[in-house]
């Protein structure tokens, strides 16, 4: 089937003005937060990690730090609810989505999308299928219909006796098709009710976690 204008061109430029305009807009909320990172848990305040991009392309995703920091391999790549190792200020950040904010740069740059799938680590990605392949032909976003889906991931998680097990047979599949629904249909009023779905289960979610926050800590993943 052939790529629409929005597809093709449009798709980009709405990001592009979009994430502009929300860098600038939110600028005094990156410096607060940032401020907050570092005093509570000193540097540095933005966590990176490696993630398929869109041809296969790995991109270095960014968010802002929300755990103590472990040496480079140390840390498992699946959240959890009750991961010891997140800091006071990160179960805020968490409840919230805050942490996801600095992935406008991300689509500022072109290696994401403000919708799209959810980017994954590359031992995931790895075990993609042919057709399950097709998600990697778009950039990944910020949010998406999986990532809406999914939002208490960590909780389910939490709840699984082997939990990468758990994951890449029950978690990854579903979202993966609820994925390549989107990846097939991409169009301006979709994202659109994406954008706003997201925006109102946040609301929910957050509401909720901010309550459980102390008890429950997530990780970087």
């Known amino acids: ?8 061109t449009g798709k980009r430029l709405v990001d592009l003005a979009l994430s502009l305009l929300g860098l600038v807009a939110l600028f005094p909320v990156f410096l607060l937060i940032s401020l907050a990172v570092f005093v509570t848990s000193g540097w ?22 929300t755990m103590k920091t472990l040496p480079p391999g140390n840390a ?6 009750g991961d010891a190792r997140v800091t006071p200020f990160g179960r805020v950040l968490r409840a919230t989505k805050s942490d996801e904010l600095p992935q406008l740069f991300n689509v500022l740059s072109g290696d ?4 799209g799938p959810r980017p994954e680590v590359p031992r995931y990605t790895a075990l993609y299928s042919g057709d399950q392949k097709l998600i990697l032909t778009v ?5 998406g219909p999986a990532a809406a ?6 909780e389910l998680l939490a709840a ?21 629904r989107y990846v ?6 979709k994202d659109l009710r994406i954008l706003a779905h997201t925006f109102i289960r946040l609301l929910f979610y957050s509401s909720q976690s901010r309550g459980v926050a102390s008890r429950a800590p997530q990780s970087e993943v």
């Open 139 to 143: 950039r990944p976003g910020i949010t």
């Open 184 to 189: 097939r249909s991409i169009s301006f009023n």
């Open 1 to 8: 089937m052939p790529e629409t204008f929005y597809q093709h």
């Open 76 to 81: 498992p790549l699946l959240t959890a609810a």
């Open 112 to 115: 994401m999308s403000l919708v």
């Open 44 to 65: 540095p305040v933005f966590f990176r990690q490696v993630r398929t991009g869109r041809h296969a392309e790995p991109f270095r995703i960014w968010k802002f730090r």
């Open 149 to 154: 889906a999914f939002i208490a991931e960590e």
């Open 160 to 180: 699984a006796e082997d939990m990468e097990h758990f994951y890449v047979s029950t978690i990854l599949p579903a979202k993966l098709q609820t994925d390549l």
